[in-house]
């Protein structure tokens, strides 16, 4: 009988590595493998060099009916089942703390940022300090036209004081308007509210000259401005630090948020607070915009960002500048009602009608 047990050549093991043949290494073998690292040791230090780029992210909202966010004195409040809520970017870069090259990337791959060249948020030759002084600044400015505003349309008087804190280049009141120069009068009418400046001018017609009673230190004098303006509405070319006396006392608390962007809904959370009707009822409204003390929305930077952050915190509509619809078209999220305002008129309007579940009227950006 065969013994299987004592066979003398043995079939030999696969994974055996005396079986296996090595490579000589070469000259190119070294010089190939130099290479691949180097490649990937260049390829990682890029990633964190840094670049002349800013990057825009959906930052957090805030509603302005929770929290104790506006206080009102003075004056009965009411309670609201829905929100209002102010919309932020969150931007990555800037003067002294530069994007790396892989946020860069990362940012052109998500739809919900947009990556810009830095000049295009930030003023050239500013610090970080310096565009943060500014931009609470801003937010201060924005708190004040927004109550203005928001306190003009409930039919309030609002006392102003209308400094003049300059006058635009090439237009009629350049040179013949002072820093410091209070406007006190308007074609011989008394100018004592912002509203009334503005109300004046409206029945200006473009072109025309308008006599503007003055103080300037201790003298009063009358100065004739040529007005300016697109067709629609006379301008006089002054920049005006109104001084509010407002007859209910406002104070809005918010941290970590600069500019001017919230004062739309700011003063939406005004009028919410001080009327009984449930505007809102229920319902969970974003939105963005500036607020000029006469009631007009303007446009913001940032919009494509801020619609994305409404969507994240549970917004089904969004209250945007009719000056943003370019941006905002192409860009809104699914789940998101886009609603064009161009006046806190409009859009005090609009959240009683989506509170009234008549929102699918609403104008739109198209």
Known sequence: MRDLQHASHPEPSPFDDSQVEVAPITRRT??????????????AVALVVPTPYAMRSPGPTEDTLGRDLIQIDGARTYESTGQLRLTTVSVL????YPMMS???????LDPRRSVLPVEAVFPEATTKEEQQEVSQAEMVSSQESATAAALTELGYDVPAVLDVAGT???SGAEGKLNEGDVI???QGEPVGTYADLIDGLAETTPGDDVTLGVQRGNRTLDVTITTAGNGQRAVLGVFIDPHYDFPVDVSIEIENIGGPSAGTMFALGIIDKLTPEDEADGEIIAGTGTMSP???VGAIGGI???????????AEWFLAPADNCEQVVGNVP?????????TLAEARDAVEQIGRGEGADLPTCS
């Open 102 to 108: 892989g946020q860069v990337i990362q940012g052109w």
């Open 334 to 342: 699914d789940g998101l009602n886009v609603v064009k305002v161009a």
């Open 304 to 314: 494509e960002q801020k619609l994305y952050g409404a969507v994240r915190d549970d």
């Open 184 to 186: 006190e009068e308007f």
């Open 294 to 296: 006469e009631g007009t």
């Open 93 to 96: 870069g800037g003067p002294g």
């Open 30 to 43: 070294v010089t190939l493998g130099v290479s691949l690292l180097a490649t990937a040791v260049l390829a």
């Open 168 to 170: 635009e280049p090439g």
